[in-house]
């Protein structure tokens, strides 16, 4: 079985133009800081970059040539599509989904996500809280995803609901009964709190987040714990959090 980990990415975002290739932490964009980490945390994985085939995300694919990393390119709307051929031409059975638009990534879980299939195989394995959400359902922006090519595969031949096309992995943990679900349970710190948002989307995330991610980069130990208590010290960076979640309910 041979595993991977794929960066869904595109510029043309609606709401933030090009959000990922703005600079964010000193010379480093989002793009950067998220392939880097990736990188240097799985040397010898198989990363690819799935983008669109719109030219204004050629940049993306000079981006991959620069870091060594994969690029595929497919359908811009039938997201779950482009993920099928992606994972198919690089001939990857299991792998972890990664979006673009998350800094603050924790790429330290995903070997937790592979083992956890290795110990107990399931169509979708992921953080999740509590009440039986998964992270990816929430503004959390801490955590990714696994999946299968074959679970990807059976979404495609039983709907083609836009929903499901666009975002991927949606069908699989809204649909318990026909596929196997496996969630991890959250660091104590984070359980309950729908009151946080690391993911970025729009011009209030990309200035409240880079403002964040500056401090906690330089004046923390890098923990999920000191991100946690760095944005209680700043009621006002949690109020900006809280106004941003209602602006852009999930």
Do not use: W
């Amino acid at each position: 079985m041979k595993d991977g980990i794929i960066i869904q990415a595109r510029t043309g975002s609606t709401r933030l133009q090009n959000k990922i290739l703005l600079p964010f932490y000193k010379d480093k964009r989002i793009i950067d800081i998220l392939i880097d980490n990736i990188t240097t945390a799985y040397p010898g994985l198989c990363v690819i970059l799935a983008t669109t085939n719109c030219p204004q995300d050629d940049v993306l694919t000079g981006i991959t040539h620069l870091k060594g990393i994969n690029c595929f390119r497919g359908d811009e709307d039938n997201v779950l599509d482009r993920f099928i051929h992606a994972a198919g031409y690089f001939q990857i059975d299991r792998f972890i989904r990664v979006c673009s638009d998350n800094p603050f990534l924790r790429v330290d879980t995903f070997a937790m996500l592979f083992d956890t299939y290795t110990t107990s195989p399931a169509d979708y394995v992921a953080y999740g809280f509590a009440d039986g959400q998964p992270t990816i359902q929430t503004h959390l922006g801490l955590f990714s995803e696994l999946t299968t090519t074959k679970s990807l595969q059976r979404i495609a031949v039983q709907t083609k609901k836009k929903l499901y096309l666009e975002h991927v992995t949606n069908y699989l943990y809204t649909h318990p009964d026909k596929f196997s679900i496996r969630l991890l349970s959250l660091p104590d710190c984070l359980e309950g709190r729908f009151d946080l948002r690391f993911t970025l989307d729009t011009p209030e995330d990309f200035t409240l987040l880079q403002q964040l991610y500056t401090t906690f980069r330089e004046d923390t130990d890098g923990s999920i714990q000191a991100l946690i208590q760095l944005v209680e010290s700043r009621p006002d960076y949690h109020e900006r959090m809280l106004n941003n979640i209602v602006q852009n309910k999930k």
